[in-house]
């Protein structure tokens, strides 16, 4: 904590929230609708999105599970991540994903049911549109 902060925690942590932060290197999903290419980095995040696309359900799931280490030790409390993923082809339902949630994870399930590349394209289009995907769209 830098120490003009010394005394307003609170401040310095409401201080670096607002910070902007540009990344490195623009998120982008290329699709060739032609031959049913997509090509995108997996880490590609989105936020909360109700899905549905004729008979496909994708359902993802992140939760953190947590470790404390025995009393009176040493050691720290630590959260880590587990993701689950479901995806099944039945009649068509609406469902919400997390927030939490990426392309990747998306597009895993989507292929785990035997989603088509058209599919996968008209999921992420609606996704685009609808302002929950994070990153630069390409049509070729």
């Known amino acids: 904590v830098p120490p003009m902060y010394a005394r307003d925690i609170v401040g310095f942590v409401a201080a670096i929230e607002e910070l902007r932060i540009k990344p490195d290197e623009v998120a982008r999903v290329v699709i060739n609708e032609r031959t049913g290419t997509i090509v995108m980095g997996s880490n590609v995040a989105i936020d909360e999105v109700a899905v549905a696309q004729g008979g496909l359900t994708v359902k993802i799931t992140k939760t953190r599970d947590v470790s404390q280490p025995n009393p009176f030790s040493p050691g720290r409390t630590v959260t880590t991540p587990r993701q689950t993923v479901n995806a099944q ?11 939490t949630a990426s392309v990747g994870d998306v597009v895993a399930a989507l292929n785990s049911v035997g989603a088509t590349p058209r599919d996968i394209i008209t999921i992420l289009q609606a996704m685009k549109a609808a302002g929950a995907l994070h990153a630069e769209m390409e049509l070729m």
């Open 89 to 99: 082809e039945a009649s068509g339902n609406l469902l919400v994903l997390p927030s």
